[in-house]
């Protein structure tokens, strides 16, 4: 299983979803692109505690990462 990480103001929320299902994956791409649209950073984990963080224009659901983890932009105040 692959997840989606969420992070937020309580801490993140985690969402699971099954590669090989092609409805799970299809929910798995919509949250994506609307994580995406609502100004989240996604960082796809690589292996050795390594992850990798997509330039804005090469942004899009990768169906083979086992782990992505959303961040929320930063806001000034």
């Known amino acids: ?6 992070m937020d103001p309580s801490g993140h929320s985690t969402f699971q979803f099954d590669k090989n299902d092609a409805s799970s ?4 791409e ?3 692109n609307d994580l995406i649209g609502k100004g989240y950073i996604p ?9 990798r963080v ?3 224009s090469q942004r899009s659901f990768d169906p083979e990462a086992d782990e992505t983890i ?5 806001r000034g105040g």
């Open 70 to 74: 959303f961040i929320p932009a930063l």
């Open 1 to 6: 299983m692959a997840r989606h990480l969420i």
């Open 30 to 32: 919509r949250r994506y």
């Open 54 to 56: 997509p330039d804005p």
């Open 25 to 28: 994956l299809a929910e798995a």
């Open 43 to 51: 960082a796809e984990v690589r292996g050795g505690g390594t992850h």
